[in-house]
């Protein structure tokens, strides 16, 4: 295929539910990446960490823009490795490898699109035509909200749900959830990357009665994996960490360290080549594999890990926003029934884009930073 234009587009899509978050305006930082080929029209995601949305774009429009413009594409594959090439001094890692990430994708619905095919049939075939998710819930600092969440989780269909809570609110919340609902529904605690080992094992003894599916990014750093080994050695509760990996030797090492669920994200390990060897790598040490998304209502990355796992029925559950995506950008999703969605049946992602809805989500300029942890305040701060 023959690449005739990359161009990048930035969102704010607010999140908004019926039940009030506290994220709803930090959430709103979206960039895509169009690929226009002579023939069709590719999408892909970046994940922004941090707020920084014109770092990435930096990467994208300064360099890979430049190499990959008015080339002929044979083999996508080849050209994320160039880019890997051309960026690896930068550090193939965050920015950089989330930068490739997006662009891998938007070559990938592109070629498949020329192909007439979804993505899952270029990479095997699906296997499943419904795949299991779970509903990713933003932080509520009200217990009533989180309540109406639950609630809402629940009529929408989805049997397993993750909590992002306030830590010092977590093990109420979670007490709160289980007096209302019992076992109605599985629960997974994230707590982006907060403890040290011995605050850590604290929490999971007290965590455990309430039989979490797993809990997520218990430890600061998150990528200490002596630390992460010391404390799985010492739990029977399932530990999931992945989301701030972004190399198949990082998996290794996370693998290595004991831990039961790995979440690599599409948008993140540096394309769909090297999610695969992470799903093949997961499957040979028998570890559980749930892809990572943004909490955000963005379903570009959600789709395209949906091919992946219809081809790939190693992969557990897939992370799924818990309110509705923008049904002005994105068609063709399906609703969860019993915690499982349809695979789109489109081409390339499945799902359609709408650019004319873009306009309705006009790029705000702000400082946004997702604080995760209400134990420290910043010096200073009241
Ligand atoms: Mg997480």
Known sequence: MKVEKLTTKQLSIPYIDESKSDWTDQLGVQLYIKCDTDKVTGWGET??????????????ENLIMKL??????????????????????????????????GVDMALWDAHAKENAKPISDMIGGAKRGR???????????????????????????????????????TIDSVREIRKKFGKEVGLAI????????????????NIRRYEPEWVEEPLWPPNDYDSLGLLTKNTDVPIAVGENEYSVYG????????????????????????????IELAKSF?????????????????????????????????????????????TGLGKAVNGEVDLPRGDGLGIQINENGFKGYKYHDRFRLLEFSDLQKPRGAA
């Open 47 to 60: 994940l922004v960490g941090g707020g920084v949305v014109n770092s990435y774009r930096s990467v994208i």
């Open 190 to 205: 994230d707590l982006n990357a907060l403890y040290d080992v011995a605050r850590g094992r604290e929490f999971l003894r």
């Open 286 to 330: 028998k570890v559980n594999i749930a892809p990572h998304l943004g909490i955000h209502r963005s379903a570009i990355s959600f789709a395209v890990t949906l091919q992946v796992a219809a081809a790939r029925p190693e992969i557990t559950t897939v992370e799924h926003c818990l309110a509705t995506y923008p049904s002005d950008i994105f």
């Open 131 to 169: 795949i299991p998710v779970h509903a990713t819930l933003p932080r509520y600092s009200s217990i009533d909200q989180l309540l109406i969440a639950v609630r809402n989780s629940i009529n929408r269909g989805f049997t397993l749900i993750k909590l992002h809570q306030p830590p010092g609110m």
């Open 251 to 278: 998996f290794k090492r996370i693998i290595e360290a004991g831990t039961s669920v790995i979440q690599p994200d599409i948008s993140r390990v540096g394309g769909l080549r090297h999610f695969l060897e992470i």
């Open 68 to 101: 990959i413009s008015g080339e002929t594409v044979q083999d996508v594959n080849v050209v994320t490795e160039k880019l890997e090439k051309s960026l690896f001094t930068a550090g193939l890692c965050g920015i950089a490898n989330s930068a490739i990430s």
